[in-house]
């Protein structure tokens, strides 16, 4: 199973985009969908996070209420990352990845996710 993130993007500063998260296989349930981001020459970043009790997290240093992780009211294995008020520093690689079971400490981890997507670029410039 790997998971197939879309929806990114050219967008100009103050713009909105909304990133999906879909898992290869429709059979594959998740305990846990994360979202990271990895801008050029940095390291790789938690954004946000969702478990299939609809529980969120996010990294609050730079997300401060622009972004809402979510499910899809339908298809409960589709997440999806709606961003707004976008800003240059937001330019990036996204990755989406799913946790399948329940574990200690994995949100803000990405070595504790165990399917991953290709990511989708994020690109803020005017």
């Known amino acids: 199973v790997q998971l197939q993130a879309s929806g990114g993007g050219l967008v100009e500063p103050g713009g909105s985009l909304r990133l999906s998260c879909v898992p290869s296989?429709?059979?594959?349930?998740?305990?846990?969908v994360g979202w990271f981001r990895q801008a050029p020459g940095k390291e790789r970043e938690f954004v946000a996070a969702?478990?299939?009790?609809?529980?969120?997290?996010?990294e609050t240093d730079f997300v401060m209420g622009r972004f809402t992780i979510s499910r899809d009211n339908d298809a409960k294995t589709t997440v999806y990352l709606q961003m707004n008020s976008l800003k240059p520093e937001d330019t990036g690689v996204y990755y989406c990845?799913?946790?399948?079971?329940?574990?200690?400490?994995?949100?803000?981890?990405?070595?504790?996710?165990?399917?991953w997507g290709q990511g989708t670029q994020v690109t803020v410039s005017s």
């Open positions: 990845a799913a946790r399948s079971v329940y574990g200690r400490d994995w949100v803000r981890n990405w070595n504790e996710y165990d399917k």
């Open positions: 296989e429709s059979w594959f349930i998740w305990y846990g």
């Open positions: 969702i478990t299939y009790k609809d529980e969120v997290t996010y």
